[in-house]
């Protein structure tokens, strides 16, 4: 079992949809997390850190349930420009500061 | 935010050939560098983790003695694959973490490997 999971998608939602993606993980020690985004052939970019008590930042929410090891991330009125690979991070060890990457969600926006 | 950059972007060569990559934190120092290997249409997966001033720490299954990192100082790691062969063309990305306080790692734009 891997220990950061996602759905692959293709997840093909129009624009000003609403849609959710969902991730799980393995290690109940693990201490932080985050959403990145990855647009083909490009690196990574943080799209925000996921904290205990849910965050929000404009049109994305991301959520935390330590009890059931999901992380999830919620985009409201989707824009073309949301079209990506959204790949779910999660720190095993702060101290060590590794971190595990989901194999992404691919989420297709269309007119 | 802080920026990272990798070079080259891309490098072609011929199968046998050591090829180095350099991964720089621009604008703060990174006490902490990691190295990623990402083959389409798959996830990221960490290689080493490299640490200024002393040995990197490589993951299971990745040959030390084939991927040289060497990281020499707080803005500079390098990533040197030895005798490079077809199977290692791979998009090869770096990211470097400041020190203190957070666990946000920033990420190069990668080099992309062609082995032929």
């Known amino acids: 079992r891997k220990e950061v999971e996602q759905d692959p998608g293709p997840f093909n939602v129009p624009e000003g949809a609403t849609v959710a993606f969902n991730c799980t993980y393995s290690n109940s020690a693990s201490q932080s997390f985050f959403w990145y985004r990855q647009d083909c052939r490009k690196e990574p970019k943080l799209l925000m850190s996921v904290y205990s008590s849910g965050n929000e930042d404009g049109r994305f929410t991301a959520q935390l349930n330590r009890a059931s090891q999901y992380i999830s991330l919620l985009i409201r009125d989707s824009k073309l420009s949301d079209s990506a690979t959204y790949l779910c991070v999660v720190n095993r060890n702060s101290s060590a500061s590794k971190i595990i990457f989901g194999s992404g969600t691919r989420l297709s926006i269309r007119p | 935010g802080a920026v990272v950059s990798q070079h080259p972007s891309r490098v072609i060569c011929k199968s046998g050939t050591s090829v180095k990559i350099e991964c720089r934190s621009l604008d703060f120092q990174a006490t902490t560098m990691f190295w990623y290997r990402q083959f389409p249409k798959q996830s990221l997966m960490l290689m080493a983790t490299?640490?200024?001033?002393?040995?990197?720490?490589?993951e299971q299954g990745v040959e030390k003695d084939k991927f040289l990192i060497n990281h020499a100082s707080l803005t500079l790691s390098t990533l040197t694959v030895t005798s490079a062969h077809p199977e290692d063309s791979s998009f090869y990305i770096c990211?470097?973490?400041?020190?203190?306080?957070?666990?946000?790692?920033?990420f190069g734009p990668g080099t992309r490997l062609t082995v032929l």
């Open positions: 490299s640490n200024e001033g002393s040995k990197a720490t490589y």
């Open positions: 990211s470097a973490r400041s020190r203190g306080v957070t666990d946000t790692q920033y």
